[in-house]
């Protein structure tokens, strides 16, 4: 018999294995109060510990968090006890991708199709100052509808992992998909280095194989350096060009991300996309009661609408606005030194022209603006940089917002100084209350009653539409 709850917490029923690794467990589960399937991933927390990896959970967590878009496997909630970590995870009915092209490669449109949807992840990703670092067929999962799902954020960096040379230097990934300058050890450039990853991909889901594939480990590693492989006789044109410039072994002059959506071939596949109905930008529903997902996901980052409607807030997020739920009391030394959040009763354009206006007096120039998402960088070079500072708005409730505001580049001591001496000053008109500082008991209850509100109007309609979990054995 496996070893597990039957239910969990009183809010999912735990079925069958999905999978499993060094650390930890993958089940299928039901949300017992709307019925919805998840995956959980059950990590268990003495192997992390002796393993040293609190790290890289914590990074997980993190990414996960911020990289909430159409074509990433979206995390709902996190729970814990004394013993295990749970994350209540989008379940993917499809499977792996690998497991499609192991039986052969795919045809052109099918393999375009998913390539597409990869590229917009990875590039919302990297605009989000996330690098995965392993991206394969093995971690690319597909929904009911067969899109495609970026999974398995374990090995990813942030950008503030960068060392002083501006370069990520630990060397991960899976030895047939990693690009050389990994090999190398001599520092790498994440968004590079997943494009290359990216480019193995597409080759493999064309022909059904790998482009560098040999027993011995050294040659492989000499063929990827060289960028050494073959392609068949009936490869695409189009795509061969696309891929040899993704592969190209100089990370320099390897194509970007905006020169990849801009190719040809790519942009066949989008045409056709522009003939169906826009599925894309959704929103991520909140889930007061932290009963489980009733959700899909959040808005995308390629949306160019002007609207500043920000995404709601998700389960996850709800545990930040409390000290006693924080997660990071699960491990020692956790540091919030490069972000700070808080709590707000103006709507969201009051918000960001508050936000605005905050830069301007700071001199940053507002760089960036997306649906609930300023970035702002300095004019001048500080002592490790330029600083950049992100500040990104989530709607808890329609009156009620997060907001979060991290440092993404520059001097930390920097921003902190900014940050205490002249933003916060400058927000004092919109803030309700910043995270850690002491709430009111009339605010305090003031949220609460809110927070119930919007329980029982999620309660209500979920009655009408609730149904009994089916009995497994």
Sequence with gaps: MENKPSVLTQRYEIGRLLGQGTFAKVYYARSIRTNQSVAIKVIDKEKILRGGLINQIKREISVMRIARHPNIVQLYEVMATKTKIYFVLEYCKG???????????LKENVARKYFIQLIKAV???????????DIKPENLLLDDNENLKVSDFGLSALAECKHQDGLLHTTCGTPAYVAPEVINRKGYDGAAADIWSCGVVLYVLLTGYLPFHDSNLMEMYRKIGRAEFRYPSWFPPEARRLVS??????????????????????KKGLN??????????GQVSVDMGASGPCGTSNVDAETKQESVQPPN??????ISLSAGFDLSGLFEGMSQKRETRFTSRQPASVIISKLEEAARRLRLKVKKKDAGLLKMEGLKEGRKGILSVDAEIF??????????????NGDTLEYQKILKEEMRPALQDIVWVWQGDQQQP????????EEQQQLQQQNDSSTTSGSSLDNRS
């Excluded at 100089?250 to 801009?262: E, F």
Aim: proline residues 5%.
């Design 95 to 105: 499977g792996e991708l690998f497991n499609k092209v192991s039986k052969g490669r």
């Design 123 to 133: 590039d919302f990703c990297h605009s989000r100052g996330v690098y995965h670092r």
């Design 245 to 266: 410039k993704m592969l190209d072994p100089n990370p320099t002059t390897r194509i970007s991300m905006s020169k990849i959506r801009g190719s040809s071939w790519f």
């Design 272 to 281: 056709a996309e522009q003939k169906k109905p826009e599925t894309e930008n």
């Design 313 to 318: 807030i998700n389960a996850f997020d709800i």
């Design 395 to 408: 709607q808890v409730t329609p009156t009620f917002h997060l907001v979060e505001i991290k440092k993404s």
């Design 442 to 449: 009339l605010q305090q209850q003031e949220l609460q009653q």
